[in-house]
């Protein structure tokens, strides 16, 4: 019960023939007119458009046929004020068929203070329902509309010439009578906020508000009292529709989570709103695969649906047959089929469950309503851009309001806020699905160790809300049976990080090719990435500038169990020695690629024993929310201890140290354990500078190939000798170093004085040990030079053939 005095809304009641009959204390406020100065006179002196002989229906009659007339038409102040007022006239009856009309005026520009006032109010403005009872003095009804009726039962015969105890018992009967005699010694106004039942309906409980006035004669004395009473259910409704759609704005969309997103809307709309909330999306939204599904194009296939979100009032939703994130295959029978097919919603305010209605064309579904009570439906396709992303679906069980149309908006109002974050992350995810597979498509599918090392990898991609990241790692092989070890971060996430990965692991590959050093090497892929960055900012709308990356790489050599690495901004390798103590090598940092301002990297050498084992890693595995960059090593470092576990077993041990996690970026691992070359796999020998060298340096190999086994390679790694090492005899002064390895290749190095190295393919001068480098490049395998710290090295490859084989 709620009772306040307001002063908002005026009143008068004016007879048939146009005459004031009754005026306000709210009605003289309003126009500055007094009940002496308006009670007997005709209706034009307060109804704007009123003529003089016109009869009160005739006027409302009026009003109504002419178009456009919104109810708030202007009125004059006493001192020349004009008023825009909210205006209802409302007609009355009372005994022996008489009429009367009771004139409402509400001031627009004069909100409000009270909140149950308000509802009265819009009541009257917007022109809803609304009861009017007028008493007299000893508080009996002498007139009343027919509207009255619906609010609490009593007809207007039972009504008429009773007081309100008399027709209707109760405490709240005479607290009403109560306040009734307050405004008739006040004269002023007063609501009452009340609850009735109607006597059909007793358990049906229907919230009411009246507004209660003196109506005073022309001496200004009260005649009775004025009552306009306003059902407030829907209005009520409307303010919990307007408190679920203010959660919805604060609730969804607040994750790119399809599945969370669809529980979001379930939890929102029970209890509040439903009894059981269903959420559905199509599969491809989950996933971010597979071509949309159009609204229109929904045949007699219907699109396999996942359930995303559900809740309910009864515990172990037992409406549910299928749970959360389980697939939903619906016959084209379904009666939700039309829904999914139209993309229009579907409203079923009272389910029929009598056999051949709408439910029994799915058995199942109609046994499951009826035995969860269910009695209230609504289906609402979740649709972005003409896009079918899923289904939600409405019921109500326990709650025996049926769902009405203005329930079926709502329902539509949340969906379709949770469609656009279910359209946004369904986008987002088709975006980084691509992303993924891209990266993955640039990430080595095969790991290359050759002779110098055992290697495994391990790819996790980070949450989904962060995407995918531009996570690069790789083992390239290199001359002279090493391999080069790579691991790289692109800054930032999704499809421009794993493109810009891309970038960056075919410039390592084109770099490495050059043999270069590890710090010339990023010192040469630090230029590059700044260039690639000037390039992308002069067409910003072609491409993404790669905006920075850090980069580890090392070059070992398994002939000397030597390891050369540089970093540019990327944390140091964890290196585990045969016996598992673990170190982090105090490696100069360096700064991250793209950074510009003259960056300088440097090279650390190590020795790592055979059986070493290297860890590469991203910041991924070693930096998570909850611990930090030191903790993470010292985790990694003692997850790799173990000397007795295959390196797929420390792989999967280690990265289970960030699976567990809430993962903020992309990890990746590159495993290496280091092999070594025995002496008996290299030959090599000092070359006299004359005439003899080239003879020697043949007659040398010969020998060494039939101690390895290798007859049947002789003939072409005798002519591929001989051609390096007449190239070295050109091009310079100085010792010539002959070396054989014997690795899955044979590899032939001539290592000489001379910086400079030949033009590639450019030997088109012949003599009698053959044809020049042209000859080499075609029957080895590959072939180039390095750099050396003493000149340069001059390399082939070819493959091995057995002695059976000559």
Not at 220 to 249: F, H, P, W, Y
Not at 324 to 348: F, M, W, Y
Request: overall charge negative; proline content about 5%.
């Amino acid at each position: 019960m709620h009772t306040s005095d307001v002063s908002d809304t005026a009143f008068a009641l004016i007879d048939e023939q146009g005459t004031v009959m009754a005026w306000t204390q709210a009605a003289e406020a309003l126009v500055g007119r007094s009940a002496r100065e308006v009670v007997g006179r005709s209706a034009e002196f307060v109804l704007p458009c009123f003529s003089t002989g016109q009869t009160m229906t005739s006027y409302v009659e009026q009003c109504r046929g002419r178009n456009g007339w919104s109810g708030a038409p202007s009125m004059r102040h006493r001192d020349g004020r004009s008023l825009t007022v909210g205006l209802r006239v409302s007609l009355v009856r009372g005994h022996d068929r008489t009429v009367c009309w009771l004139v409402s005026a509400t001031d627009i520009a004069v909100p409000s203070a009270d909140a149950v006032n308000v509802l009265v109010q819009g009541a009257i403005l917007d022109r809803a329902p609304i009861g009017v009872v007028v008493r007299d003095l000893r508080l009996r009804c002498t007139w009343v509309n027919d509207t009255m009726e619906s609010h609490d039962g009593i007809s207007r015969v039972q009504r008429l010439g009773r007081r309100v105890t008399d027709a209707w018992t109760g405490v709240e009967a005479e607290t009403l009578e109560a306040v009734m005699r307050q405004v008739l010694q006040s004269g002023s106004i007063r609501v009452h906020e009340y609850r009735t039942w109607l006597p059909t309906r007793q358990g049906d409980e229907r919230p009411c508000a009246v507004s209660i006035s003196c109506l005073q004669g022309a001496d200004g004395k009260a005649l009775g009292v004025c009552m306009i009473s306003a059902d407030l259910t829907e209005s009520r409704l409307e303010r919990e529709r307007l408190t679920i759609l203010g959660q919805a704005g604060m609730r969804l969309g607040s994750t790119l989570d399809v599945m969370q997103t669809g529980q979001e809307l379930a939890d929102l709309a029970v209890p509040q709103f439903a009894d059981y909330v269903s959420v559905d999306v199509e599969q491809s939204v989950q996933f971010g695969e597979g071509p949309p599904v159009r609204i229109g194009s929904v045949g007699e296939r219907l699109p396999v649906l996942l359930r995303a979100g559900v809740a309910s009032i009864h515990p172990g939703i037992p409406e549910s047959p299928w749970k959360r994130g389980e697939r939903i295959l619906l016959p084209h029978t379904s009666p939700v089929a039309e829904v999914l097919r139209s993309g229009k919603s579907r409203l079923e305010p009272k389910v029929d469950t009598v056999p051949g209605g709408w439910i029994d064309q799915s058995p199942a579904l109609a046994q499951r309503i009826r035995e969860n009570g269910i009695h209230s439906v609504m289906v609402v396709p979740i649709q972005a851009r003409r896009v079918l992303l899923g289904m939600a679906v409405f019921i109500r069980t326990e709650n025996p309001r049926p769902f009405q149309e203005a329930d079926l908006l709502l329902a539509e109002e949340l969906v379709s806020r949770a469609a656009g974050s279910l359209d946004q992350a369904r986008q987002y995810c088709r975006e980084q699905t691509a992303a993924l597979a891209l990266q993955r498509s640039l990430l080595p599918h095969r790991l290359r160790g050759g002779a110098a090392v055992d290697a495994v990898s391990r790819y996790l991609p980070s949450e989904i809300d962060r995407g995918v990241g531009g996570d690069w790692f790789d083992v390239i092989p290199l001359s002279g049976a090493r391999v080069a070890l790579v691991v790289g971060d692109v800054v930032g996430h999704g499809i421009n990080a794993a493109a810009a990965m891309g970038r960056l692991r075919t410039a390592v590959h084109t770099l490495a090719d050059m043999e270069l050093p590890p710090d010339e090497l990023l010192a040469r892929l630090d230029d590059t990435v700044q260039r690639l960055a000037e390039a992308d900012a002069d067409a910003p709308d072609e491409y993404t500038p790669v905006m920075g990356a850090t980069c580890l790489y090392a070059v070992y050599d398994p002939a000397t169990c030597r390891c050369t690495m540089a970093a540019a901004g990327h944390p140091p390798p964890a290196i585990i020695d045969p016996r598992g103590k673990v170190s982090f090598p105090d490696l100069p940092t360096g700064v991250p690629l793209g950074i510009g301002a003259g960056a300088l990297f440097e090279s650390t050498e190590l020795e790592l024993p055979e059986g070493t084992l290297v860890a590469l890693y991203t910041d991924g595995m070693i930096e998570t929310r909850d611990r930090d960059i030191e903790h993470g090593m010292r985790s990694l470092g003692t997850a790799l201890a173990s000397t007795d576990l295959s390196l797929e077993e420390l792989c999967t041990r280690a990265t289970a140290l960030v699976q567990d996690q809430e993962a903020s970026d992309d990890a990746s691992l590159l495993l290496v354990r280091t092999r070594s070359l025995s002496p008996a796999q290299v030959a090599t020998w000092n070359l006299p500078r004359d005439d003899t060298a080239v003879h020697r340096a043949q007659e040398l190999t010969a020998g060494q190939l039939s101690a390895w086994g290798l007859d049947g390679s002789k003939s072409a790694i005798e002519l591929i000798v001989g051609e390096l090492v007449t190239n070295a005899d050109r091009q310079g002064d100085g010792a010539i170093r002959l070396r054989l390895i014997h690795h899955q290749f044979l590899t032939v190095e001539v290592t000489d004085a001379e910086a400079d190295s030949p033009p590639r393919l450019d030997a088109r001068t012949t003599d009698g040990h053959g044809s020049g480098l042209a000859k080499v490049a075609r029957i080895s395998r590959r072939w180039g030079t390095r750099p050396s710290q003493d000149g340069k090295v001059l390399w082939a490859e070819a493959d091995l053939a057995p002695a059976s084989g000559r």
